[in-house]
Each structure stands twice: as structure tokens, then as C-alpha cells.
């Protein structure tokens, strides 16, 4: 069956523009989760979608990183204004429910701000 | 934040070999979880351990987790040069869903 998909691939931006990611997860799937990925931080937790309950976005690092899931379904994850520390792989994961512990990744995002 | 450790940060082995890696958390956990990434992309699921949970095995992947200690482990036996990759351990059900990661080792299998 179809995995998590990312899109896009990769993402060239200049510093100061806003940017936004896409992740379409395993269909059926009411979690989903938005993680980043540097050389700095490691891999971090950054918000969680559980059906239709309030986001959980305390790793959103700024009030410049927002997300939101429509329908259940697709999250879009926005950068406003980007830095160049925003430069990360951006990885999206989902799982059946809030008590299936397994998450299923996407391939990632790669963002980089010149 | 990081949830610990993993150790070693990097190891190379030959193919054949057996390969151990550790991680160190420092909260109480309800599962923990090995995951493995190839190349800086998506990460795969390997094997989940339970907090009540010592050991797990599946293949050639065994699972230690020492609550005690706060610690587990990841053995790969008889590796082979496709288990090149980092792994990852990251720890869940406490935190609301989130998966808090360790920073990986990097494990390169020569041939």
C-alpha cells in the first residue's frame, strides 16, 4: 500500500521567504506528526495531530513555524520567514491511532535557506 | 530536546560481524523503539520493546531494555553490508504521541 509521501523533495529558498511543506499520510491514519531533522539538534519533535483534538505544538521551535491538518488528512507545515537554521531535513510520520506506538515516516523534506 | 544517549556514535564492522549499539534515556517511557534511516531520508521502524518488556527479538535484531538502568540495546547479528545505516532509538507513550529520538549511530558494514 501507499506510504507517508512528502512533498517537495527538496526546497531552495532565500532567507525571508515563507515556505511550505506537504505531507500526505498512510491513508486511515489519525495521527500525524511533524518532526525536523539538523546537524545540530538531532532529530526533533516539532507537532502532533490526533483526529480532531487541539494540536500538541509544543516543539514548534518560533511562532514562525505554524501547521495544520485539513480534513483529517493532508498537513501543511509553514516556515514564515525563514532563517538559515531553518535548514533541516522536515520529516512527517503517521500512525493508526493515538495507541499504536509504531510511526510510519515519509521520506523527509530537505530545506535549504540561503 | 534530546531524550539521552545512544553509544558509539559511529561503528564499523565487517560483514559477518555482530553489531551493538546502546541507548541511555533519562524519563520514564511506556515503549521504546529502534528505527533505522538510510542515507538522511525517511526512518523504518525496527522493533518496539515494551516498559514491562526485557528482552525482543526479531530476525536478526535482539532488544534488551533495563528499566532500572534506563538504558537498552540493539544487537544486529551476522551483519551484512545492506545494514549499513544509522538507527536510532527514540522513546514513546508518555509524551502524548511524540517519539523523543537519541542521536543514532552510525553503522557502516564493510564487505
Known amino acids: 500500500g501507499a506510504g507517508v509521501s512528502q512533498s517537495p523533495s527538496n526546497k531552495v529558498t532565500e532567507k525571508g521567504k515563507d515556505v511550505e511543506l506537504r505531507c500526505d499520510p498512510i491513508s486511515g491514519h489519525t495521527a500525524l506528526y511533524w518532526y525536523r531533522q539538523s546537524l545540530g539538534q538531532g532529530l526533533e519533535f516539532l507537532i502532533y495531530f490526533q483526529g480532531n483534538s487541539a494540536p500538541d505544538k509544543s516543539g514548534l521551535p518560533s511562532d514562525r513555524f505554524s501547521a495544520e491538518r485539513t480534513g483529517g488528512s493532508v498537513s501543511t507545515l509553514t516556515i514564515q520567514r525563514t532563517q538559515q537554521e531553518d535548514s533541516a531535513v522536515y520529516l512527517c510520520?503517521?500512525?493508526?491511532?493515538?495507541?499504536?506506538?509504531?510511526?510510519?515516516f515519509g521520506p523527509g523534506t530537505r530545506l535549504l535557506v540561503l | 530536546s534530546q531524550q539521552g544517549e545512544e553509544d558509539p556514535q559511529a561503528l564499523s564492522i565487517q560483514e559477518g560481524e555482530n553489531a551493538t549499539m546502546n541507548c541511555s534515556y533519562k524519563t520514564s517511557i511506556n515503549n521504546l523503539q529502534w528505527y533505522r534511516q538510510n542515507s538522511g531520508r525517511g526512518l523504518v521502524h525496527l522493533i518496539l520493546i515494551r516498559s514491562n518488556e526485557r528482552e525482543k527479538h526479531s530476525g536478526r535484531l535482539r532488544v534488551t531494555l533495563d528499566t532500572s538502568k534506563k538504558s537498552s540495546s540493539l544487537l544486529i547479528t551476522a551483519s551484512r553490508a545492506a545494514d549499513t545505516a544509522s538507527y536510532f532509538c527514540a522513546t514513546g507513550g508518555n509524551q502524548g504521541g511524540k517519539l523523543i529520538f537519541g542521536q543514532g549511530t552510525e553503522l557502516s558494514v564493510k564487505p
Open positions: 510520520a503517521s500512525s493508526p491511532g493515538p495507541r499504536e506506538e509504531t510511526q510510519y
